[in-house]
């Protein structure tokens, strides 16, 4: 089962590379996602999988009886969801805010390397839509 779970895990991080170096921000998120989720599958996998009991001690013992499952895996694979999940969340913000900045996802296009995204003024952008000034100094 292990050998067939790392041929798994190599097809994912091969296509979420590909995903993001393919220059769009939308297909760089989900590459992302896929990326995190191949890890922790990897992660899951080098904890060795088993059909073992949980790691439960029986009351008044200090060892348990039989062979247990390692927790310690699961719980880097848990603490990892918790953490792609919020880092998921900040890349499509971004990926909002830079919509809005430069009206297009398109990372090959000229207004990306343009200082000025999103304005034809060219002494700079104008105030955003929260009311910051880059030119105000208060």
Known sequence: MEPLLAMVVGVMIAGALYLMLSGMLVRFVFGF???????????????????????????????????????????????????????????????????????TLDADQPVFVNEQAGTDDPHGPDPDSDGFDPKDPA
């Open 33 to 103: 996602v896929l990326m995190g989720n191949a890890v922790n599958l990897l992660i899951f996998t080098a904890g060795r999988l088993s059909d073992t009991a949980p790691p439960l001690i029986a009351p008044g013992r200090t060892l348990p009886a039989e062979p247990v499952a390692n927790a310690l895996p699961q719980a880097l694979v848990l603490t990892a969801i918790v953490i792609g999940f919020a880092m998921t969340l900040f890349l499509l913000v971004l990926l909002y805010r830079t919509y809005d900045r430069a009206r």
